[in-house]
C-alpha cells in the first residue's frame, strides 16, 4: 500500500515563504502525475496545483498562479510545492495526491489514487 507523507508545513507570517515536500512511504510510484490540494476549515478540499510525470505540463489554481510553484524531482522521487508571497486565505491543511501510472495532470481529485495525510499551513495577518 502506497503512503504520500508531506513535509514542510508550519506557522508563517503574511508575505513569507514556506516549502512543501511529498514522497511516497512504501513503495516507488511510477509514471505518475503528482497534485497538490488544499482544505481550509468549514470548506471544501481545492484544487492547489498538479504537475505531469515529465514535470513539463503544470496547472494552477487562479488563487495561486504566479506566487506558488510545483515541482518534482523523480531521481529523489519527491514533489514539492514552493509557495511565496502567502496569504492569509492560503491557510489550510495542504495534501498531496499521486495519480498511479498515469502520468498526464488533472485538477479533479477523484482522478488521483493516493494521498497523503496533509500538513498544515498557517498564515498570520
Known amino acids: 500500500q502506497v503512503q504520500l507523507v508531506e513535509y514542510g508545513g508550519g506557522l508563517v507570517q503574511a508575505g513569507d515563504s514556506l516549502r512543501l515536500s511529498c514522497e511516497p512511504s512504501?513503495?516507488?510510484?511510477?509514471?505518475?502525475?503528482m497534485g497538490w490540494f488544499r482544505q481550509a476549515p468549514g470548506k471544501e478540499r481545492e484544487f492547489v496545483a498538479t504537475?505531469?510525470?515529465?514535470?513539463?505540463?503544470?496547472i494552477y489554481a487562479d488563487s495561486v498562479k504566479g506566487r506558488f510553484t510545483i515541482s518534482r524531482d523523480n531521481a529523489k522521487n519527491t514533489v514539492y510545492l514552493q509557495m511565496n508571497r502567502l496569504k492569509p486565505e492560503d491557510a489550510a491543511v495542504y495534501y498531496c495526491a499521486a495519480r498511479n501510472g498515469r502520468s498526464w495532470v488533472t485538477i479533479h481529485e477523484y482522478e488521483y489514487d493516493y494521498w497523503g495525510q496533509g500538513t498544515q499551513v498557517t498564515v498570520s495577518s
Open positions: 512504501g513503495a516507488t510510484i511510477s509514471s505518475a502525475a
Open positions: 504537475i505531469s510525470w515529465s514535470g513539463r505540463g503544470t
